[in-house]
């Protein structure tokens, strides 16, 4: 069984920095996208950065662009998120994906990680 697991979330003031890293394991995911979502309490689950696997074009949420960096280690199939400048709407749960093609929409996504916690405080 393939699996994403994510790291690296937790609590930090407005304008700090977090790096989220999502490890996959059971299967390696040559020639998938990678992408992270993220869902806020009472919100649909939306799309916030995605990595093609080569060449590694990144694709941005325009709430996030400039703030947040997607990048991937293909040998170690490990993809991360380095967010910046981080405001209390960021505060969700964020999921690391994996899909054949870039996709934007959690429909086209499948595998999911099972999402780790950040907390953006004000």
């Known amino acids: 069984q393939a699996q994403l697991v994510e790291s690296g979330g937790g609590l930090v003031q407005a304008g700090g920095s977090l790096r989220l890293s999502c490890a996959a394991s059971?299967?390696?995911?040559?020639?998938?996208?990678m992408a992270w979502f993220r869902q806020a309490p009472g919100k649909e689950r939306e799309f916030v950065a995605a990595?093609?696997?080569?060449?590694?074009?990144?694709y941005y949420a325009d709430s996030v662009k400039g703030r947040f960096t997607i990048s991937r280690d293909n040998p170690k199939n490990t993809v991360y998120l380095q967010m910046n400048s981080l405001k209390a709407e960021d505060t969700g749960v964020y999921y690391c994906?994996?899909?054949?093609?870039?996709?934007?929409?959690?429909?086209?996504?499948?595998?999911w990680g099972k999402g780790t916690r950040v907390t953006v405080s004000s």
């Open positions: 059971g299967r390696t995911f040559s020639n998938y996208a």
């Open positions: 990595i093609r696997w080569s060449p590694a074009i990144r």
């Open positions: 994906a994996a899909s054949q093609t870039v996709a934007t929409v959690p429909g086209d996504i499948y595998y």
